[in-house]
């Protein structure tokens, strides 16, 4: 899978809007853009994922840059259960392409009361 | 809603033991997989099982691991004789096709496996 890269660290105020960025400069054509996070000492959780167009969902909002060597994972009002480790994952399953998740460091977003 | 189950939820055991970590995917889920989390590191792959074998492996499941559904429910991950450095979170994850390019995991909230 194509490599991201991400901010270590984020910090949001409560109840304000928090955009997490990500660089996949690398991207391929066939490579999908998905978001997990991972709560406190949970396992990992699907948030949202996209190809092209932006996206929406209850969770959250994908926005993806025209080129798509970068997208941003918008939380429209971030509540303290946001706070979590969010991580961008590139997927290329075309093919015979690997289905595994390969995680790396992500964002650690601290929500602030 | 469906979620991943895992037991137990802490596993202690001796060194050179062997540890049997279980699961129970969502029902209709056909995809199952292993991860592992060493404490304060990434989240890694282990090994991806469909109908029955394993369909990819990471260079850290080697001989010492080994994986299972035994019945239409359980998927285990067993490590026949444990090390220090096998001392992480386990976490177990399904999916409901890999056809489907949208395909999500859905992760347990794993196993926190001490090897001491």
């Known amino acids: 899978d194509a490599k991201t890269t991400q901010p270590n660290s984020m910090e949001s105020n409560e109840e304000e809007p928090v955009h997490l960025p990500c660089n996949h400069s690398?991207?391929?054509?066939?490579?999908?853009i998905h978001w997990y996070r991972q709560l406190p000492s949970q396992g990992p959780e699907y948030v949202i994922h996209?190809?092209?167009s932006n996206v929406n969902n209850r969770m959250a909002s994908l926005a993806i840059a025209e080129d798509r060597k970068s997208s941003t994972l918008i939380l429209h009002r971030a509540t303290l259960r946001d706070a979590a480790v969010y991580y961008c994952?590139?997927?290329?399953?075309?093919?015979?392409?690997?289905?595994?998740?390969?995680f790396g460091k992500g964002t650690k977003l601290s929500v602030i009361p | 809603e469906p979620e991943v189950t895992q037991t137990p939820s802490h596993q202690v055991t001796q060194m050179g033991q062997e540890v049997i970590l279980r699961c129970v995917p969502i029902?209709?889920?056909?995809?199952f997989y292993w991860y592992r989390q060493i404490l304060g590191q990434k989240v890694e792959f282990l090994v991806s099982?469909?109908?029955?074998?394993?369909?990819?492996k990471s260079e850290i499941f080697d001989d010492q691991f080994s994986v299972e559904r035994p019945d239409g429910s359980n998927f285990t991950l067993k490590i026949r004789s444990t090390k220090l450095e096998d001392s992480a979170m386990y976490f177990c994850?399904?999916?409901?096709?890999?056809?489907?390019?949208?395909?999500?995991?859905?992760f347990g909230p794993g196993t926190r496996l001490t090897v001491l």
């Open positions: 994952i590139l997927r290329d399953v075309v093919g015979a392409g690997s289905y595994q998740l390969t």
């Open positions: 690398t991207i391929s054509g066939t490579d999908y």
């Open positions: 994850a399904s999916s409901e096709s890999r056809e489907d390019s949208t395909d999500t995991q859905y």
């Open positions: 029902s209709n889920h056909l995809y």
């Open positions: 996209g190809l092209t």
């Open positions: 099982f469909y109908n029955n074998e394993i369909s990819e």
